[in-house]
């Protein structure tokens, strides 16, 4: 009698079959799905297993997007509103629930680390930056739930208990003398003439961002080098998919969002020149956040921006129109290469990391 019969072997081949898909699905094309913030476990992360490689695990997975979606599609189909990444606000709204962002819009959570350790680096970079007569600022993009509070359920915005952790990063950055943007009250005055934060995405719009870049540059005190909205941005244009969108299990937003069309300045030109060996390489090969730093080929100061996703795209064409040589490098929630500052000379260095990434991580 043969080891297995027929259709035991038929059962067999489709067992291995499965039992393969997670590991095909490390490297098969997949639906999209929210940037994976952890690349690598951590330091000895056998020491503390739960702590340091759950975290990599939870986001290492084959087809990633497809589970994700699939699972929030379920849970919709339940009739659930929202999940437990994401609230769903008035009007269309969503906001995303990880990392304590919400509490932390809300001033239901204080960390010493969003505060006086975010602080203590941007006091080294600041005084790196005297030391060289350049400039320095750190500005930070607010989460959604700060610019948008309005838009949260009544019964969220009851939670409301100032001071928040970007109301104490402020007076910790006055205390210290270090040149602080607090953005929240330049784009509550500029909502007044359009939106500046998206509504299905964690992250600013076009007009959000520039208004951004144009704060940075006059806490520099180089407004010479702000832009003009109306070089930049072109009409409204329809926005139906982000990351809160994939995140919440739809395929595209209840109500379209609002951005504006790139021109000008942001458009990001063909011919900048790649320049190596200034900011630290990719930590891997999948790393979402890999620096990049160009020459321009005209005039203007040399600009560093230490900072995250609201930056990493939305300031690239801003920067190329302004900078002769512009880098951009992640935070790491305050393990990036301080060297790499020294490397790149900048006369302008800017930290923008976004509300929700003040944290120092250890």
Request: net charge positive.
């Amino acid at each position: 009698m043969p080891l297995l019969m027929a259709y035991r072997r038929t059962w067999a081949i489709f067992v291995f079959v499965v039992l393969l898909l997670p590991t095909v699905g490390l490297v098969a094309p997949d639906l999209p799905a929210p940037l994976r913030t952890m690349v690598a476990p951590e330091a000895r992360w056998w020491v503390r297993a739960t702590e340091r490689l759950d975290p990599y695990i939870n986001q290492t997975f084959g087809f990633r997007g497809a589970v994700l979606a699939a699972h929030n599609a379920y849970g919709r189909a339940l009739g659930q509103t929202g999940t437990d990444k994401v609230l769903e606000g008035k009007d269309g709204a969503l906001f995303f629930k990880e990392d304590m962002a919400l509490e932390q819009s809300l001033g239901q959570v204080r960390r010493a680390a969003a505060s006086t350790g975010v602080a203590e680096v941007a006091e080294r970079l600041d005084g790196m930056m005297r030391e060289t007569g350049g400039r320095f600022a750190m500005v930070v993009p607010p989460n959604g739930a700060t610019v948008n509070f309005e838009l949260l359920p009544d019964a969220t915005q009851r939670f409301l208990s100032p001071p928040t952790e970007y109301d104490l990063l402020g007076a910790e950055m006055a205390r210290r003398h270090i040149p602080f943007v607090d953005l929240r009250p330049i784009l509550a005055k500029a909502k007044a003439d359009g939106p500046v934060q998206y509504r299905i995405d964690t992250h600013w719009n076009r007009r959000g961002a520039l208004i951004g870049f144009n704060a940075a540059m006059a806490a520099v005190g180089r407004p010479d080098l702000e832009i003009d909205p109306a070089e930049a941005l072109g009409p409204k244009v329809a926005k139906t998919t982000g990351d809160l969108v994939r995140l919440s299990g739809r395929a595209k937003a209840d109500k379209p969002d609002v951005d504006y069309e790139a021109k000008g300045p942001f458009v990001v030109p063909a011919d900048l020149t790649p320049v190596e060996g200034l900011l630290p390489p990719p930590e891997s090969a999948r790393d979402p956040f890999p620096s990049q730093a160009f020459a321009t080929g005209h005039g203007g100061p040399r600009i560093l921006v230490i900072g995250d996703s609201n930056t990493q795209h939305f300031w690239t064409g801003l920067l190329a129109a302004r900078a002769s040589v512009f880098g951009w490098m992640h935070h790491r929630y305050c393990k990036f290469d301080m060297e790499a500052v020294r490397r790149f000379r900048p006369d302008i260095l800017l930290y923008v990391p976004a509300e929700r990434s003040l944290p120092c991580r250890r």
